[in-house]
């Protein structure tokens, strides 16, 4: 028999629709197995949520938050989207494709925050599709507050009498993260319709909104799936601060009630040199994936959460018999910037 709180998941959900929403997005994304890479390391049983397929200009995580980041810009009668990220930002990229897709027009930021690149790095990957896409683009160097950059080039842009929406950086707000507790919605009709539960999910975490949107949903849905986020930036203890504190917004977002801080784990244990710089641990999880179940990971988040997934197997964390969910959050069109590198990891990693 249903216990009470599946009974209120199906009556209720999360009732999105209280909230502005474009639809940009293929979903469900599939879930499938990974048998052979489970295979090659023991156990336990892999499994992997394909949010690298939601379809927006090759897809990936940031397509579900703009749903909602478009629908409020909709709303407010914007004309253009506005952005920042990395130089090779998946985020930007899926925001210059939403903003093609309503009719709007999209001006962006990139930051050098990568040091040590290719040449092509600023051409092609990401920044490629951007261009065809028709976003306008402007450098700034390293280590400025982004947001604020973007937020001051938003307010030029309205005195100089368009309209434009600010979007943070990776989408990543209460807006956006409604997108991501809308896949644990996803993730729990999943579940319960294919009779399969899972012991953890992993994923990296950058901007948070991906891993504060699951556990802000599954919480509001009383549904107990563990969320471990793969830093691919900061260190531990920021990490886990940022993700609490915009879990609380969004858990506040939908009428919820708070979470404790110590619902919140992450593991900065595969970060390497930094964001954007692959560790031998990144190409590892690259070639395996690849290898092993013709999936492609990037190199700057999906394939750094992979490692993590890959290394606390091997630690023992989880038993042989736990069902694992990983959440391919996309990218692998920054690949392309990492040629070079990708190439001569080949014979170094012994896959
Ligand atoms: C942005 C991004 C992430 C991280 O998601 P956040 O919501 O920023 O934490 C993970 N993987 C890929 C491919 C991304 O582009």
Redesign the pocket.
């Given at each position: 028999m249903a216990d009470t709180a599946t009974l209120d998941r199906q009556t209720t959900g999360l009732s999105l629709d209280r909230f502005p929403r474009t639809p940009l997005c293929h979903q469900p994304t599939p879930v499938e197995e990974m048998p052979r890479l489970s295979k090659l390391l023991g156990g336990p049983q892999l499994f992997i949520k394909r949010d690298?397929c939601t379809g927006l200009a090759t897809g990936?995580?940031?397509t579900r938050?703009l749903e909602f980041l478009v629908g409020e810009a909709l709303k407010a009668g914007a004309d253009m989207l506005v952005t920042q990220g990395a130089v090779q930002?998946?985020?930007v990229r899926q925001t210059a494709a939403a903003a093609c897709k309503v009719g709007m027009k999209c001006h962006v930021l990139l930051e050098r925050r990568v040091p040590g690149v290719d040449a092509s790095y600023e051409q092609t990957g990401n920044v490629l599709l951007d261009t065809l896409l028709g976003a306008t683009h402007e450098f700034r160097p390293a280590g400025l507050d982004m947001n604020a950059e973007a937020e001051a080039v938003t307010e030029t842009l309205r005195a100089d009498g368009h309209a434009p929406y600010f979007i943070p950086?990776?989408?990543?707000n209460a807006t956006?993260?409604l997108g991501?507790a809308s896949c644990a919605q996803e993730i729990v009709a999943h579940c319960e319709n294919a009779g399969q539960l899972f012991d953890w999910l992993v994923?990296?975490?950058?901007?948070?909104?991906?891993?504060?949107?699951l556990v802000a949903g599954f919480k509001a849905l009383s549904y107990d799936l563990p969320v471990m986020?793969v830093s691919?930036r900061q260190p531990h203890d920021r990490q886990v601060a940022a993700?609490h504190g915009l879990t609380l917004k969004t858990l506040e977002k939908l009428g919820a009630d708070p979470i404790e801080v110590s619902a919140i784990h992450v593991d900065d244990g595969y970060v390497g040199e930094g964001y954007g710089i692959p560790a031998p641990s990144t190409y590892e999880a690259i070639h395996l994936t690849a290898r092993q179940e013709g999936i492609l990971l990037?190199p700057?988040?999906?394939a750094k959460?992979m490692a993590g997934l890959i290394g606390i197997v091997r630690q023992g964390f989880f038993k042989p018999t736990d069902k694992v969910l990983f959440l391919h959050?996309?990218?692998a069109t920054?690949l392309f910037a990492y040629e070079d590198q990708l190439i001569q990891s080949i014979d170094s990693t012994n896959v």
């Open positions: 690298d990936g995580n940031k938050k930002s998946n985020h950086g990776g989408g990543s956006g993260a991501y994923m990296a975490t950058g901007s948070t909104g991906t891993q504060a949107g986020g691919v993700v990037d700057v988040y999906s959460g959050t996309g990218g920054a």
